[in-house]
T-cell receptor, first 112, second 115 residues
């Protein structure tokens, strides 16, 4: 049930692009993307709910494929501030219990 | 949006003792979760804190070790009981309304070291 993220780690030079993928063997109810810097709480980036949806926030955007089994996070013209660990999460329901579970994360380092 | 105040931010505890972590949300939320995170690793869900009833624990976590309270829709506590060095970790609480297209919010975390 845990979404699978790839790659595990990315090293970029400032200005380069990156793509982080989040996939599941079953259709996801939703996909949440967060970034966490060392020693800090995760910070919300965006949520995708619908198959085929795309969203953007400045130079960070994401897509959700039609089958809702894969989401990709696109980081364009990366900045030093983009460094951190990116997590995708999804909501799952088991009976009356709803919860958020998270992928293992993708560590992104942007160097000058 | 919601703001979560989590405390303590860090603590160093002796093995065999217990520590209670508190989370206060500035608005009512449907769901609250407790996670454990080893440095550089993912968020592992410990349990869902249910208001007015027993928490729902994930596999590998038990109530005797991690008792959780949630007396109302804005407050929850997690106790780490009979601690051992293996319990050293960062503990995070999270609040989530569960409403479509809304984000989850996180406390700043509690960095626990057991010696």
């Amino acid at each position: 049930q845990q979404p699978v993220q790839s790659p595990q780690a990315v090293i970029l030079r400032e200005g380069e692009d990156a793509v982080i993928n989040c996939s599941s063997s079953k259709a996801l109810y939703s996909v949440h993307w967060y970034r966490q810097k060392h020693g800090e709480a995760p910070v919300f980036l965006m949520i995708l709910l619908k198959g085929g949806e795309q969203k953007g926030h400045e130079k960070i955007s994401a897509s959700f494929n039609e089958k809702k089994q894969q989401s990709s996070l696109y980081l364009t013209a990366s900045q030093l501030s983009y460094s951190g660990t990116y997590f995708c999460g999804t909501e799952i329901s088991t009976g009356n219990n709803r919860k958020l579970i998270w992928g293992l994360g993708t560590s992104l380092a942007v160097n000058p | 949006s919601a703001v979560i105040s989590q405390k303590p931010s860090r603590d160093i505890c002796q093995r065999g003792t217990s520590l209670t972590i508190q989370c206060q949300v500035d608005s009512q939320v449907t769901m609250m979760f407790w996670y454990r995170q080893q440095p550089g690793q993912s968020l592992t869900l410990i349990a869902t804190a249910n208001q007015g009833s027993e928490a729902t624990y994930e596999s590998g976590f038990v109530i005797d070790k991690f008792p959780i309270s949630r007396p109302n829709l804005t407050f929850s506590t997690l106790t780490v009981s009979n601690m051992s060095p293996e319990d050293s970790s960062i503990y995070l609480c999270s609040a989530y309304t569960g409403t479509l297209n809304t984000e989850a919010f996180f406390g700043q975390g509690t960095r626990l070291t057991v010696v």
